[in-house]
């Protein structure tokens, strides 16, 4: 494996979204967003202004579970198919340059562009309010920032994979809707679903591992279960151990969905 090829494609993948200003769109939603709920988040129990780092927090991850996938799952579900539809793939490939090097370079620069707009868009709403935060309270937010590149980047690398299997741009715009619908709408219905059916005799003591079967409940138990009167209002105080909600355990699983996918498409791009 060459690294040169791989920063070269990457590089031009990453350019060609900030050319075309995908990046400053991306930061700008997410700053208004993140500001308007820190701000007036509490406007329905009578109270303006930022209220608490927790409630902040609490939120924001709501609105990311929703935006950052479609957000990746859109950027990146073209990857591969875009290219070849164009007929630009089989030139690139008849470089010097391995499927592989393209695979990732591809995914590289994609996944800066989106962990750069994602930064920039929350970071400016830490740099707002830093006046209002002590060192603990900005470790939290940091901390979230974190989760919510990782979070972008398993949605990429599942956006890449299907891609990768798609043989045109329609389908495979349809899978990338269809995976954001299951991941982020239909999944946890089917568990809540099929504990209400057994009256919670079944499943429960597997419904925290099954949990991490979805990479946005790994992000939203990252973010929740480390604050006391977030995590009781969600109830996973009573369905998630805490033994499991370690948060290098659930890095380690967050880096897993980024893996294994991109595993995946690369085992199916070489055939």
Known sequence: MELTPIGIIAGKEFWDRIRNRWVLAVALVFTVFALAIAYFGGAQQGSVG???IEFTIASLVSLVIYLIPLIAL????DAIVGERERGSLDLLLSMPITRFELLLGKYLGLAGALAFSTVAGFGLVAIVLATQLDLAALFHYFGFMLSSVL??????SLAVMISVFASDRTRASGMAI?????????FDLLLLGALVVTGGHYGGEIFPYLLLANPADVFRILNIFSMEDVRTLYGLATV????????????????????????????????
């Open 178 to 186: 269809g995976m954001w619908f299951f991941f982020v709408l239909v």
């Open 151 to 156: 979070l972008g980047m398993a949605f990429l």
């Open 74 to 77: 859109i950027l990146g579900f």
């Open 50 to 52: 930022f209220r608490s």
């Open 240 to 271: 998630f151990p805490r033994a499991l909600a370690d948060p290098w355990l659930l890095g380690l699983v967050m880096f897993a969905w980024i893996v294994a996918p991109l595993g995946i498409a690369n085992w199916r791009f070489r055939k």
